[in-house]
């Protein structure tokens, strides 16, 4: 595509999204939301009160969030993750299931009082990053440093340097550091961390917390407790468990339900794949260790359709307004 065509594109999807936001404005869309039927399971990460796009493209604004549940008590019915692999749905309404990945501290702060406040049920993924003595995930701490961190830097005997975006790209090959550690085990992204945080130590500005800190085991335990939340996991060192060891990936599915069941003291289930990645050795793992209910973002094979633990999620964007995500999420695609 050369760059006028993806200029144009982008204009177009501009375009698109403002008609829509204008339709809705004047009431064009009562009808769409009263007829649609079907089901969705969401994909929800950080909240945060500001600049949600600070660090990454994951995270929405407590405002932002609240009017998704706003709309979803006047248009949707919301359902636990548990009925929906159940099949309670509604007949009447377009159904959907709420997740959250990753396990941060502001999860807690910001949507459990909102879950409570409207009363819907929501799924949240955590990892056990806590008690592997970190209170944050990798992959967060090299967004982070990366917008703090230096131009340049060194990190076992490889140059890399910081692209517009604030991503670390290797000088030898431009692969970026955030992806050559995918192929690793967590070893070696403690190293990175080590590496790079005397360069940007961003823990020092307490206004960022939001944005990486990870769930205490006490706020863990608080959540659960909660009438509208089911714990599922999601790694032990939010690594990319189709690109590690299968015996690493073995051990890290046993010992996340271990250590979230002894925190809330009832059965862990579900597994969310971090990044969405996951292989046949991937899902096989996974059942061993005793997960029911597996969630992809994408299938990467047609058969898993057929496969009775495996779900696929979508997304939520950032970058649209309410309106046109809750559009999206009756539609399944952001076209």
């Known amino acids: 595509m050369t760059l006028s065509q993806k200029i144009s594109s982008k204009l177009a999807g501009k375009i698109k999204y403002l008609f829509r936001d204008l339709c809705h404005g004047l009431g064009f869309y009562k009808n769409f939301y009263r007829s649609a039927r079907g089901s969705r399971i969401l994909l929800y990460h950080g909240i945060c009160e500001h600049d949600h796009l600070k660090f990454n493209t994951l995270f929405l604004t407590r405002k932002t969030f609240e009017s ?4 979803y008590k006047k248009h949707f019915n919301v359902l636990s993750l548990d009925d929906y692999y159940q099949q309670k749905l509604s007949n009447t309404r377009f159904n959907v299931c709420l997740t959250f990945d990753d396990g941060f501290a502001n999860n807690h702060k910001y949507v459990l009082p909102l879950l409570e406040q409207y009363e819907i049920p929501a799924t949240f993924f955590i990892t056990a ?6 209170d944050i995930l990798w992959n967060d701490f090299l967004s982070i440093a ?7 830097f060194n990190f076992k005997g490889e140059a890399y340097i910081k692209d517009r975006y604030n991503k670390y790209l290797s000088t030898d090959n ?4 955030a992806e050559k550690l995918r192929f690793s085990g967590f070893d070696k992204k403690v190293e990175m961390m080590k590496a790079l945080y005397p360069l940007a130590p961003f823990k020092t500005k307490k206004q960022d917390e939001d944005y990486w800190l990870q769930m205490t085991t006490r706020q863990i335990r608080e959540l659960s407790a909660s009438p509208f939340v089911t714990i599922g996991a999601h790694g032990y060192y939010h690594n990319d468990l189709a690109k590690i060891n299968i015996r690493e ?4 599915l046993a010992l996340t339900k271990q250590y979230l069941e002894n ?3 009832r059965p862990v289930n579900s597994f969310a794949f971090p990044y969405g990645s996951y292989n046949n050795a991937v899902m096989e793992a996974a059942k ?6 597996l969630l992809a973002t994408e299938f990467v094979s047609a058969e898993d359709h057929d496969d009775n633990a495996m779900r696929e999620r979508l997304t939520v964007n950032p970058f649209i307004s309410v309106n046109n995500q809750m559009y999206a999420t009756i539609t399944g695609s952001y076209e």
């Open 68 to 71: 998704h549940l706003k709309f």
């Open 129 to 134: 990053i806590q008690v592997a003595g970190y």
């Open 146 to 152: 990366g917008k703090y961190g230096p131009a340049k």
């Open 174 to 177: 431009g692969i970026s550091l």
């Open 249 to 252: 990936t073995a051990e890290e």
């Open 263 to 265: 925190i809330i003291e």
């Open 288 to 293: 061993k260790a005793g997960y029911e209910k």
